[in-house]
């Protein structure tokens, strides 16, 4: 009679390659997990900036002793009886008035904001290069701010009118964007504030999960 012994079969120990699969895997689930949240964050601290000013000038002059300053959003300049003082007083100079500065980027930024924002956490279900392309304005929006507010400032400076009253003791300049600035008897001092911070911030965030996605897409392939 013969009895039939069980036999013990061992699965055969993991290739490297299935290892390394599994990994990949794991690596792609903690990356999806961790891109959506970084996404909304960035969303929401870019729409929330929108509150925030973004910009601030004090300018200083005989008359005001104590500065007149003045906050910029992306919509709008506060307060409105300190932007009506700083009119007056580059009146004297020929420089343009600070409403009639940015007048169409201040009537598109509450809707093109939240546009960026959205684009950016839409991104997280589209595929190849839309996806990356989809990030981009949000991640370089703070420079596209920079460099919209230079060139007001620039083309402030080097427009000068003149018939003003000071205008023969006044040169083409550029204002200051930071630090401090003068003009003739008039200084400045500027500096970016809250809402900027913030929307440099959501833009690095952006930044952040487009780098580890792609580095996890190097790797898969």
Request: hydrophobic share 50%; glycine share 6%; no cysteine.
């Amino acid at each position: 009679m013969v009895t039939s012994q069980p036999v013990n079969v061992t699965a055969p120990p993991a290739t490297a390659t299935q290892a390394r699969a599994r990994g990949l895997t794991l690596d792609r689930a903690l990356v999806r997990r961790l891109e959506f949240p970084l996404l909304v964050i960035a969303g929401a601290l870019l729409i929330v900036s929108i509150l925030y000013p973004y910009w601030h000038i004090t300018l200083h002059a005989p008359q005001y002793p104590r500065g007149l300053a003045v906050d910029i959003y992306v919509y709008k300049m506060e307060p409105p009886k300190n932007v009506r003082e700083v009119d007056g007083l580059n009146h004297y100079i020929g420089m343009i008035r600070l409403t009639d500065a940015a007048t169409i980027e201040r009537k598109i930024s509450r809707v093109g904001i939240p546009i960026l924002a959205a684009l950016a956490v839409a991104s997280f279900w589209l595929r190849g290069r839309w996806r990356w392309l989809a990030r981009v304005p949000m991640m370089i929006y703070p420079i596209v701010f920079v460099a919209d507010l230079f060139a007001w400032l620039y083309y402030a400076g080097h427009s000068l009118d003149p018939h003003a009253p000071l205008s023969t003791s006044i040169h083409e300049f550029t204002p200051r964007l930071l630090g401090k600035g003068t003009i003739g008897q008039f200084s400045t001092q500027a500096h970016f504030e809250t809402g900027f911070w913030m929307a440099v911030v959501a833009a690095v965030l952006v930044l952040v999960a487009t780098v580890i996605g792609r580095r996890l897409n190097h790797a898969v392939r």
